[in-house]
């Protein structure tokens, strides 16, 4: 949860990102990211989901042609709902 929070994007694209995360649907969103197929648990697709972000963000910086602005804000959509789901369910078990 630490490497989230500590992320830093450019402004419009984390804002973009935090709205899209509260329609957030894990079946339809992750299955399109990560394929089709059964589901990791939450811990698992954030650690993948953050990989795959990180490749991305690079892409960015290095101003790559293969750079996807929409691949990137679906990923950080994903990431920001998968981490709300995680940060849902520790809390249900300390309740």
């Given at each position: 949860m630490t490497m989230i929070t500590t992320l830093r994007r450019p402004c419009l694209l984390?804002?973009?990102a935090k709205f899209g995360s509260?329609?957030?649907d894990r079946e339809r969103h992750l299955q399109r990211i990560l394929g089709y197929g059964s589901l990791p648990g939450t811990g698992a697709a954030l650690v993948?989901?953050?990989?795959?972000?990180?490749?991305?963000n690079?892409?960015?910086i290095e101003e790559d042609a293969a750079y996807s602005l929409v691949r990137h804000l679906d990923l950080l959509i994903a990431l920001l709902g998968e981490a709300q789901l995680y940060q849902a369910s520790r809390a249900s078990q300390y309740r």
């Open positions: 984390a804002r973009a509260q329609d957030y993948r989901l953050m990989e795959m972000e990180r490749e991305v690079a892409q960015r």
